[in-house]
């Protein structure tokens, strides 16, 4: 018998984290060997591991997209790699790991070095810029869900309950209870792309990072305080001239490599103390900031608006290309960085359409975990008793707007589940065009539409149906068809 430890976690550390872990957990015990798998996720560190644990492991399995301090393995055989490798093929993780090289100084990792916490390494030694893109990425992501999530809902909240209709829309009244709660989410919602920036850049450059990129982050989406940022309008209005979450990742990654830079300089032994709390936050941000303010500012504003001004004319003249993207897009990969790109991009237009892309990306999220749940209802003998309960738990998730519930379908059957995802995905954000479907806020699912921030809320909630149906019809149809060749192969 072989005793294992691992660890778990993924960018928004909802879903893909624990069902990494589960699965790993089963492929073990399959085996008739132990595991203890410490999952870190969205609410914090869960089944830590000790040092005793550690100790008496005989390999280590290190399923994350996001960063993970390996020093407390060294000595350890230990297999790093993606989250989404641990849910679809855990058995073959625990394999490879018990001949996976041996963590140490100089090293090499599962054939290449571990060059940082989170990242991986070419075979020449240096780090796979690809690779730590990603994560860097992935990191800002992780960390930015929690500011869109708590801001979205207390948005809808204000406006679903305490919003009156005008002209406009709807408005929640001034020096209302509603009011105060729409001012906090609106806040707790402005932090997400100096949150983006920061995390991006700490997970390039360490702590020293953070202050550097937060702070270049929220200059970012503060063009109206700097005179340079800003634009003359008709009637002689000043407008900032802001870059969104684009501008974020951008100065995220400008910022982190800076400040790893400047850590690498050879400072004196009398400086190198106060180099990670004194000298890279000043002169950091100082460069960064400067560089943004007076040289890209302008530039990746103006792709932004570009990029902005494009969706917007689809809203009018291609809505049906468009919806198709971005329901193809949401449903893809079931929070990944596809799905991703797709969201921030709807959100993003909010402020320019008043929700109109976010309305067929809101239609979208959910689609997946929904007809997948209903598909385990309506072809229950096609389903195994295993994957009838994460319907069942898939179905919850959805309601909710967490895409990632469809995970375990699309790890046990990608052919067929994906397709199903994606058509399904596209043809309710199709019809959510049609409807004239607007989300306010940056959230999808059937939660938005009930606490008021999505209208109409007929055609919301039908496009989530028939997309869901969609999907749950057509992954029951391509299932059957395999199973008949199955049967037809046997008898042959």
Same mark, same amino acid.
């Given at each position: 018998m072989?005793k294992y430890?691992? &660890?778990?976690?993924?960018p928004t550390g909802i879903a893909?984290?624990?069902?990494?872990a589960?699965?790993?957990?089963?492929?073990a015990? %399959?085996?008739?060997?132990?595991?203890?798998?410490?999952?870190q996720? #969205?609410?914090?560190?869960?089944?830590?591991?000790?040092a005793d644990d550690?100790?008496? !492991?005989?390999?280590?399995?290190?399923?994350?997209?996001?960063?993970?301090?390996?020093?407390?393995?060294?000595?350890k055989?230990?297999?790093?790699?993606?989250?989404?490798?641990g849910?679809?093929?855990p058995a073959?993780?625990?394999?490879?790991a018990?001949?996976?090289s041996?963590?140490?100084?100089g $090293? %090499?990792?599962?054939? %290449?070095? $571990?060059?940082?916490?989170?990242?991986?390494?070419?075979k020449?030694?240096?780090?796979? $810029?690809?690779?730590?893109?990603?994560?860097a990425?992935m990191?800002?992501?992780?960390?930015?869900?929690?500011?869109?999530?708590?801001?979205?809902?207390?948005?809808?909240l204000?406006?679903?309950?305490g919003g009156?209709p005008?002209a406009g829309g709807?408005a $929640?009244? %001034?020096d #209302?209870?509603?009011?105060t @709660?729409?001012?906090v989410?609106?806040?707790?919602?402005?932090l997400?792309?100096?949150?983006?920036a920061?995390f991006i850049?700490q997970?390039?450059a360490?702590?020293?990072?953070?202050?550097?990129g /937060?702070?270049?982050?929220? &200059?970012?989406n503060s063009?109206?305080q700097?005179?340079?940022?800003?634009t003359?309008?008709?009637?002689?209005?000043?407008?900032?001239?802001?870059?969104?979450?684009?501008?974020? @990742? @951008?100065i995220?990654?400008?910022?982190g =490599?800076?400040?790893?830079? /400047?850590?690498?300089?050879p400072?004196?032994? =009398?400086?190198r103390?106060?180099?990670?709390i004194?000298?890279?936050?000043?002169?950091?941000t100082?460069?960064?900031?400067?560089?943004?303010? =007076?040289v890209?500012?302008?530039p990746?504003? !103006?792709?932004?608006n570009?990029?902005?001004?494009?969706?917007?004319?689809?809203?009018?003249s #291609?809505?049906a290309?468009l919806?198709?993207?971005?329901?193809?897009?949401?449903?893809?990969?079931m929070g990944?960085?596809?799905?991703?790109?797709?969201?921030?991009?709807a959100g993003?237009?909010?402020?320019?359409d008043?929700?109109k892309?976010?309305?067929?990306?809101?239609a979208? @999220?959910?689609?997946?975990p929904l007809?997948m749940?209903?598909?385990?209802?309506?072809g *229950?003998?096609?389903?195994t008793?295993?994957e009838r309960?994460?319907?069942?738990?898939?179905?919850? /998730?959805?309601? +909710?707007?967490?895409?990632?519930?469809?995970i375990?379908?699309?790890?046990?059957?990608?052919?067929?589940?994906?397709?199903?995802n /994606?058509?399904?995905?596209?043809?309710?954000a199709?019809?959510?065009?049609?409807?004239?479907?607007?989300?306010?806020v940056?959230?999808?699912?059937?939660i938005?539409? !009930?606490?008021?921030a999505c209208k109409?809320l007929?055609?919301?909630?039908?496009?989530?149906?028939?997309?869901?149906?969609v999907?749950? +019809?057509? #992954?029951?149809?391509?299932k *059957?068809?395999?199973?008949?060749?199955?049967?037809?192969a046997?008898?042959a």
């Amino acid at each position: 018998m072989k005793k294992y430890v691992g &660890i778990t976690a993924c960018p928004t550390g909802i879903a893909h984290t624990y069902m990494a872990a589960e699965r790993l957990e089963e492929s073990a015990k %399959e085996a008739g060997n132990q595991i203890k798998v410490e999952t870190q996720g #969205s609410i914090g560190v869960e089944n830590e591991l000790t040092a005793d644990d550690i100790r008496e !492991a005989d390999a280590v399995v290190i399923a994350a997209d996001t960063e993970v301090d390996l020093s407390r393995f060294d000595g350890k055989r230990v297999l790093v790699t993606g989250v989404q490798d641990g849910i679809s093929r855990p058995a073959e993780l625990l394999e490879q790991a018990l001949t996976a090289s041996t963590r140490g100084a100089g $090293v %090499e990792l599962s054939g %290449e070095p $571990v060059a940082e916490a989170g990242t991986t390494s070419s075979k020449d030694g240096k780090e796979s $810029v690809g690779h730590t893109l990603y994560a860097a990425l992935m990191a800002g992501v992780s960390h930015m869900i929690p500011f869109v999530v708590c801001g979205g809902i207390m948005i809808a909240l204000a406006l679903g309950i305490g919003g009156k209709p005008t002209a406009g829309g709807v408005a $929640v009244p %001034e020096d #209302s209870f509603w009011q105060t @709660i729409l001012q906090v989410g609106t806040l707790a919602f402005s932090l997400m792309i100096p949150v983006l920036a920061g995390f991006i850049a700490q997970a390039i450059a360490d702590r020293p990072g953070l202050v550097v990129g /937060m702070v270049s982050g929220f &200059i970012a989406n503060s063009g109206a305080q700097f005179p340079y940022l800003t634009t003359t309008g008709p009637g002689g209005t000043k407008t900032g001239l802001n870059t969104g979450f684009i501008g974020a @990742i @951008i100065i995220g990654f400008i910022a982190g =490599y800076v400040a790893k830079w /400047m850590r690498k300089i050879p400072w004196h032994e =009398y400086v190198r103390p106060i180099v990670p709390i004194l000298i890279v936050p000043i002169f950091g941000t100082a460069i960064v900031s400067l560089l943004y303010v =007076y040289v890209l500012g302008r530039p990746l504003a !103006a792709l932004f608006n570009g990029l902005t001004n494009f969706l917007a004319s689809m809203t009018t003249s #291609s809505i049906a290309i468009l919806a198709i993207i971005i329901g193809l897009m949401i449903s893809f990969d079931m929070g990944g960085p596809v799905n991703k790109v797709a969201f921030l991009f709807a959100g993003g237009m909010i402020a320019v359409d008043q929700g109109k892309v976010m309305g067929l990306a809101a239609a979208a @999220i959910p689609v997946a975990p929904l007809g997948m749940g209903l598909a385990t209802l309506i072809g *229950r003998r096609l389903f195994t008793k295993q994957e009838r309960d994460a319907g069942i738990a898939a179905l919850f /998730m959805g309601l +909710f707007g967490i895409t990632e519930g469809a995970i375990p379908f699309a790890a046990a059957d990608p052919a067929r589940v994906i397709p199903s995802n /994606m058509v399904g995905g596209a043809v309710a954000a199709v019809l959510a065009g049609m409807f004239g479907v607007h989300d306010v806020v940056m959230h999808g699912g059937p939660i938005v539409g !009930a606490l008021g921030a999505c209208k109409p809320l007929l055609g919301f909630f039908a496009a989530i149906l028939v997309g869901a149906l969609v999907t749950a +019809f057509m #992954s029951l149809a391509l299932k *059957r068809i395999s199973a008949r060749k199955k049967d037809h192969a046997v008898t042959a």
